[in-house]
Structure formats: structure tokens, C-alpha cells
């Protein structure tokens, strides 16, 4: 039987090449450049993958010491992801490079190798191995975009955008949840045209609550990276207007999300 996570974990490996390709030869004032995220650089972007992919490899492999760590974030939960980027931020440019390549090819390995239907701790629900494959290429493709923005690189989108764009619909109801707020209880139709044109449906096709859009622009909202007012995502109906304001694919607490170009806020 085939191993339904190894196709995901290709995917993510060419992810986490194609940001490698964005810093690889940056000189040191480079990876010190300010990215959207406020306060965070270049380095700070990698450092947090870097601690992520970290993460990620002590639930796969020590459960209790990912419960240490997770109780660490449950009690500093503003504070940590900014703390887990600044310690590694801080490293020298080449060492922090060495420092995440090393990580990211360990996560691979222990995935590769989990046991066909296990499922692993994480700071929101369990996962299983092409879960928390999807939610690693996620995350590297959101802060890739952040690098790009800084580096004024505007990257190609690929057919890898599927699996941003399935964890940001499946990720619907979280982002009620996590701001006190009830999901809607009937699902939604979501149509999505990727980078050739073809069009990637979710949700049953009688829904009266709709999201149409391109896939790019969808999976900028959805790891909040863009304000909807500068993206072609629309929205049919009270419940999906909703929706695309508070839309977050990442687990923790409600991003306050990216100010719509020319305001200030």
C-alpha cells in the first residue's frame, strides 16, 4: 500500500527548497531586511520555521517532551512564536540556514518513517503524518511569501498551492472557534481556478454559502498575508462574508491579519 503521506512530503521538501533558494546567498544585511511581519526580518522568518519544524519533530518523536514545550506555549501564548523566532533570529546567517536544512530533513525522515495511522500531539487537535505534512508546507510557504514581500521577489504560484488552500477550508470552523464565535452549522462551496486554470472545488455544489476565487489569492487570506480588500476572493452570503474576514489557516490565537493596501491600519 502506497504511504498517503510521501506524495505531501515531496511537496514540501520542493517548498522548503524553493525558500531556500530565496536566502541561500542573501549577504548578512539581508537577512536583517524588516518583512510584513512586524517586527520580524528574513532571519526571523526562517528562525521560526527553523523552531517550528523543531517542534514538529518532538511530537512525532517524544510526546512528552512536546507536552513540556506545549504547556510552555499554553502559558505564554502571545509571546512564544515571537520568542521561539527571536532566539534563533539571532544566530549567524549561515549557522541558522545549516540550522533549519538540518531540521526540515529530520521532520522528513520521522514522517516517512511513522507508522501508517498515527497520529501525533500538536498546539491544536492531533494529526496524523499528511496532516502535519500539509500544516509544514503551509507554514513554509506563508513565510516564504513574507520573505518574498521583503526581498521585492514576486514568486511563481504551483499546483502545491492545493494542499494550502484544502488545510485553510478544513481550517473553517477554528477560526470561529478560536475568536468565541459559533460556526455556521451547513458547510460551504469553495471554487478555486489554480495556476493553470483548472478549477478545485470543496463543499457540496448546492451550498447557498459560497467562495469563489484564484487559488493564490485564497491561501494569502487564509494565512493572512494579504487584506481581502486587495485580493479577487468573493464571497455569496452573510455566513461566507464572515467568513473571509476572521479566515485563518494556522492554529493559535486570532492574527490581527495584514492592513489593506494605501490605509493605515
Do not use: N
Request: aromatic share 8%; proline share 8%.
Amino acid at each position: 500500500m502506497s504511504d498517503p503521506a510521501a506524495p505531501l512530503l515531496d511537496d514540501l521538501r520542493s517548498e522548503s527548497e524553493e525558500v531556500d533558494r530565496l536566502v541561500a546567498e542573501l549577504d548578512d544585511r539581508s537577512w536583517s531586511l524588516p518583512t510584513p511581519a512586524p517586527g520580524w526580518t528574513v532571519a526571523h522568518q526562517i528562525a521560526h520555521l527553523a523552531w517550528t519544524d523543531s517542534a514538529s519533530l518532538l511530537a512525532v518523536t517524544d510526546e512528552a517532551a512536546f507536552a513540556d514545550e506545549a504547556a510552555k506555549a499554553l502559558a505564554a501564548p502571545d509571546s512564544f512564536v515571537d520568542e521561539g523566532a527571536g532566539a534563533g533570529a539571532v544566530l549567524p546567517p549561515h549557522q541558522l540556514l545549516t540550522h533549519w536544512r538540518e531540521g526540515r530533513e529530520q521532520v522528513q525522515r520521522a514522517l516517512r518513517s511513522a507508522p501508517a495511522g498515527a497520529r501525533f500531539p500538536w498546539y491544536g487537535p492531533p494529526m496524523s503524518a499528511p496532516s502535519m505534512a500539509t500544516a509544514r508546507l503551509m507554514e513554509t510557504w506563508a513565510h516564504g511569501q513574507d520573505i518574498a514581500d521583503a526581498l521585492g521577489v514576486r514568486r511563481e504560484p504551483t499546483a502545491r498551492l492545493r494542499h494550502v488552500a484544502w488545510i485553510g477550508v478544513r481550517a473553517r470552523d477554528y477560526a470561529y472557534f478560536v475568536r468565541g464565535e459559533q460556526p455556521p452549522a451547513m458547510p460551504f462551496r469553495v471554487e478555486l481556478t489554480s495556476p493553470d486554470g483548472e478549477l478545485w472545488t470543496y463543499g457540496p455544489e448546492d451550498a447557498d454559502q459560497r467562495v469563489t476565487g484564484p487559488v493564490l489569492d485564497f491561501c494569502l487570506l487564509v494565512t493572512q498575508r494579504a487584506h481581502r480588500a486587495d485580493l479577487a476572493v468573493r464571497a455569496e452570503g452573510a455566513d461566507a462574508d464572515r467568513w473571509l474576514d476572521i479566515a485563518q489557516a494556522f492554529a493559535g490565537p486570532a492574527g490581527p491579519g495584514r492592513a489593506a493596501k494605501g490605509t493605515g491600519r
